[in-house]
């Protein structure tokens, strides 16, 4: 079946190191979504990615979405305490409209 | 804008008890609302999607007689977790999409979520 993976599982980073997290397809997708989740918290919707190649840029946080739109990554920049917390991509199943979550990357950041 | 609520945010019952968990979107209509599962560590699991005025449609392996959900309104969904077991203790999330034309249809914005317990 329709598969969205994540890697890596778990990062730990010093405060000031960039951080990168990489989401993978099984299959073309229509759009990518980019959700934080910190402790104790729910998810919370960070971007979305619609056209291939699609680069978008939220502060110290960078958004590519392949040119097959079958991967994406979520790069940040000199990581803070602030940006502790698990990131979900997430992507249309086939043919409707839920949305099948990856993994998720939890990224733990020492100051 | 699109701010979701959920009530309770925490709730211990004991085996054999319903729970009702209840999911609204306090600043816009949801035509349709997902409830998901958290296992501690875990990524979410589709539970089911709700639909204003129809009937709930649940993933494989949902059992729809435990799990029984009612979209009354446009702002309010209602998971009802009948005769609960401890094995149904986990972090219940809904999501919702607003209707309007300025958010994507799978922008979804999630309630705070539910900590069931069963004892």
């Known amino acids: 079946g329709q598969q969205v993976m994540q890697i890596p599982q778990y990062q730990h980073v010093q405060e000031g190191e960039d951080f990168t997290t990489y989401c993978n397809s099984s299959?073309?997708?229509?759009?990518i979504q980019w959700y934080k989740q910190r402790p104790g918290g729910h998810p919370v919707f960070l971007i979305q990615?619609?056209?291939?190649?699609e680069v978008k840029k939220q502060k110290r946080l960078t958004f590519q979405f392949g040119e097959a739109k079958k991967n994406s990554s979520l790069h940040i920049t000199a990581t803070q305490t602030t940006d502790v917390g698990t990131y979900f991509c997430?992507?249309?199943?086939?043919?409707?409209?839920?949305?099948?979550f990856g993994a998720g990357t939890r990224l733990f950041v020492k100051a | 804008g699109a701010v979701v609520s959920q009530h309770p945010s925490r709730v211990i019952c004991k085996s054999g008890t319903s729970v009702k968990i209840e999911c609204r979107s306090l600043?816009?209509?949801?035509?349709?609302m997902f409830w998901y599962r958290q296992f501690p560590k875990q990524s979410l699991m589709l539970m089911a999607t709700?639909?204003?005025?129809?009937?709930?449609?649940?993933e494989q392996g949902v059992e729809k007689d435990k799990f029984l959900i009612n979209h009354a309104s446009l702002t309010l969904s209602t998971l009802t977790v009948t005769s609960a077991h401890p094995e149904d203790s986990s972090f219940y999330i809904c999501?919702?999409?607003?209707?309007?034309?300025?958010?994507?249809?799978?922008?979804?914005?999630f309630g705070p979520g539910t900590r069931l317990t069963v004892t």
């Open positions: 709700s639909n204003e005025g129809s009937k709930a449609t649940y």
């Open positions: 600043d816009f209509q949801a035509t349709t």
């Open positions: 990615l619609v056209k291939s190649g």
């Open positions: 997430a992507g249309p199943r086939t043919g409707g409209f839920k949305t099948i």
């Open positions: 299959t073309t997708l229509s759009n």
């Open positions: 999501s919702a999409t607003p209707s309007s034309g300025e958010f994507s249809y799978y922008e979804q914005y």
